[in-house]
């Protein structure tokens, strides 16, 4: 019976023997092609400009695609010219306006050389697919250039088109579709390993550049997920991700970006410390505030007001919820606010700030009713942020905590374990788990925080653990035995309790032992399936290499971050997967503003060229010819009528 119900629901999209037979032959046409190329990035943390410029560029594989083309008949300044106009060419074509060099011959040459660049990235996909990637306005042109005939005819034909799209005026517009179309196809499959907010400016403007891409996957990160928890209604993450933005000179992203209200904590922290300079909290300046600038003494008391509230709410979520076993993380409570210090364990320290008017000794989680109120504002301002929440929903639509694709596991933090290489269990509201199913419950919590019932037990509950896998110690997105940011930040530097532990994972990760482990609990080849992980920067100054286990692991978190980049030497890697190779591009810093190509290697040679048939996809492929199959011979069999 769910055989023939199946097939009768196929038969609608297929009526006849011949548009299934037809779906057939496209399908096995579709797995004999090569794979789309694949790219990974991790730890984006809101460096906009590095990571659209690595975007846009395809790490690279634009340029070497058109030095392939063209080394022999355009000059090298000529051909990063041309990459320079697939990467932006709003901004190139402004440009050459600007200066009087935007001409009819230079659109005429352009259009040539885009049309073999376009050539070249399309080998992959049929007619069809490349087709579905066109714009709808340029559409037709676009596939006549692509597939004219080799007759003796086809220099005429493209002349007349070029021709007659620059006498129409529409040849600028019709060179930035054409860019675009090759930057789409270059790019076959987008997969981001976690952590798009937080540090860097502007993680908005990441987002929207993501939001159009079809192909494309998120495996959550702690920082995202600190977002998420905000934008689900857990006052402690917004606090959270507000402190964080303060510290970085960040605030672009929360008013620019996301019309985030900070009128109301700038006039309460300008108030409650007015005579406070508020020393400790000055923020590191790594990027500019463009819009809405705010004097950096103002902002360190905003950062210092906001630090406080986030430290009360953290010590009430900790008497809230005794089972995540954090005690330890109520720091206010472990302040002898009269002495001015902190007693964590069996040691106790000076405190370096010990203006706390808003602090009641007696209880000091408590929020004075000016701090609640500007929390009541703070929380109306993240729920009704429109591109706020469109992109939280981006988020939860296309992440999850992992992803299974083409014989790899990608996840972003750890899967917690312990010293001796097996599985730790973590902490739930359904109760611990370990391995995969920690990471399956987990991420079904993450989903009820956002799209429960709002207010509901089982969305407080939800939004609650949210902060515990931003911090909590058996979290697998964070991976450390605690968060130390009051420490750091009130107590003098290098001090024991001050330093973050690293989960046992990122240890005994890079044994194979342990990976094979790890790659058979997610059902994966043990020999042939990779870990594709981010969260823990690579030091690649120091001589680390971002593979790992005998080529069993990848750590990709390159530090594309500014806040990194000392310790990392480089801007960030990309994984790169296309039908030959494995390969890494390694980024380096912009100097001057201008970014350069960066350095690929090849890190794994395939047995042989992938297929479409070699992937999950094309197995997807497979067992749909089969079904059609089987509907072919009913509809031959006359199990179920032709619709003709």
Same mark, same amino acid.
């Given at each position: 019976m769910k055989d023939e119900k199946y097939l009768s629901l196929l038969s609608s999209e297929y009526p006849t023997v011949s548009s299934a037979a037809a779906e057939i032959i496209g399908i096995n046409a579709r797995r004999s092609l090569p794979k789309t190329t694949e790219y990974f990035f991790s730890d984006l943390h809101g460096e906009h400009e590095s990571f659209l410029y690595q975007l846009r560029s395809a790490s690279g594989t634009i340029k070497f695609k058109i030095d392939d083309i063209f080394s022999k008949s355009v000059s090298a300044s000529e051909r990063e010219s041309l990459a320079d106009l697939i990467y932006y060419p709003e901004d190139y074509i402004k440009n050459l306006s600007r200066a009087d060099r935007l001409d009819d011959e230079w659109r005429k040459i352009t259009i040539y050389r885009m049309i073999l660049v376009c050539k070249t990235v399309s080998a992959k996909y049929t007619r069809a697919e490349v087709r579905s990637k066109m714009p709808e306005s340029f559409g037709y042109v676009l596939d006549e250039l692509l597939n004219v005939t080799d007759d003796i005819n086809r220099d005429f034909y493209y002349e007349e088109i070029i021709r007659t799209v620059i006498e129409t005026g529409i040849a600028d517009d019709f060179i930035i579709e054409m860019a675009s179309l090759i930057r789409a196809l270059t790019v076959g499959r987008l997969h981001i390993i976690g952590d798009v907010f937080d540090r860097g400016p502007r993680a908005d403007k990441i987002m929207n550049e993501l939001s159009s891409f079809k192909h494309i996957d998120f495996q959550w990160g702690n920082h995202d997920v600190s977002w998420m928890g905000a934008a689900s209604g857990n006052t402690a993450l917004i606090a959270n991700v507000i402190r964080i933005a303060l510290s970085y000179n960040s605030l672009d992203v929360l008013e620019d970006g996301y019309g985030l209200n900070l009128r109301p904590l700038s006039v309460f922290a300008a108030e409650t410390y007015a005579d406070d300079r508020c020393g400790l909290f000055m923020p590191k300046t790594l990027d500019d505030v463009k819009f809405d600038f705010i004097d950096s003494s103002l902002t360190a008391k905003m950062h210092k007001a906001i630090a406080v509230i986030q430290l009360k709410l953290e010590c009430d979520m900790i008497r809230r919820h005794p089972e995540y076993g954090m005690d330890d993380r109520a720091i206010f409570e472990?302040?002898? !606010?009269?002495?001015?210090?902190?007693t964590l364990g069996q040691k106790t320290y000076k405190l370096l700030d010990n203006n706390f008017p808003t602090v009641d000794p007696a209880d000091p989680a408590k929020l004075t009713e000016k701090e609640a109120e500007l929390m009541r504002v703070l929380l109306s301002s993240f729920h009704h942020s &429109?591109?706020?929440?469109?992109?939280?929903? !981006?988020?939860?639509?296309?992440?999850?905590? %992992?992803?299974?694709?083409?014989?790899?596991?990608? %996840?972003?933090?750890?899967?917690?374990?312990n010293d001796d290489g097996t599985f730790r269990y973590g902490k739930t509201p359904e109760g611990e788990f370990f391995g995969r199913e920690l990471l399956d419950r987990t991420e079904r919590i993450i989903r009820r925080a956002y799209f429960s019932k709002y207010g509901s037990d089982e969305q407080r509950e939800a939004c609650d653990y949210m902060w515990y896998l931003w911090c909590g110690k058996d979290s697998p997105l964070f991976g450390k035995d605690k968060l130390a940011f009051a420490e750091r930040t009130f107590l003098e530097k290098n001090i024991p309790e001050s330093v973050e532990n690293y989960d046992p994972y990122y240890t005994v990760s890079h044994s194979e032992d342990t990976c094979r482990l790890i790659l058979s609990e997610f059902g994966l080849d043990p020999e042939r399936g990779h870990i594709i992980?981010?969260?823990?920067?690579?030091?690649?100054?120091?001589?680390?290499?971002?593979?790992?286990?005998?080529?069993?692991? !990848?750590?990709?978190?390159?530090?594309i971050s500014k806040a990194y980049r000392s310790k990392t030497g480089i801007a960030g890697y990309t994984l790169i997967f296309d039908s030959h190779s494995l390969q890494l591009a390694e980024h380096r810093p912009a100097e001057n503003g201008i970014f350069k190509t960066p350095k690929i290697r090849v890190v794994e040679k395939l047995e042989r060229r992938f297929n479409v048939s070699d992937t999950d996809n094309g197995a997807e492929l497979y067992e749909k010819s089969r079904d059609l199959? &089987?509907?072919?011979?009913? %509809?031959?069999?006359?199990?179920?009528?032709e619709k003709a």
């Open positions: 472990k302040i002898d !606010f009269k002495s001015g210090t902190l &429109r591109l706020l929440n469109e992109h939280i929903r !981006f988020l939860y639509s296309h992440g999850s905590m %992992y992803k299974l694709c083409n014989g790899n596991v990608l %996840y972003h933090g750890c899967i917690p374990m992980n981010g969260h823990v920067p690579v030091h690649h100054s120091e001589g680390e290499s971002p593979v790992k286990a005998g080529g069993r692991l !990848f750590v990709i978190d390159g530090g199959s &089987r509907l072919i011979e009913a %509809y031959r069999s006359g199990e179920v009528p």
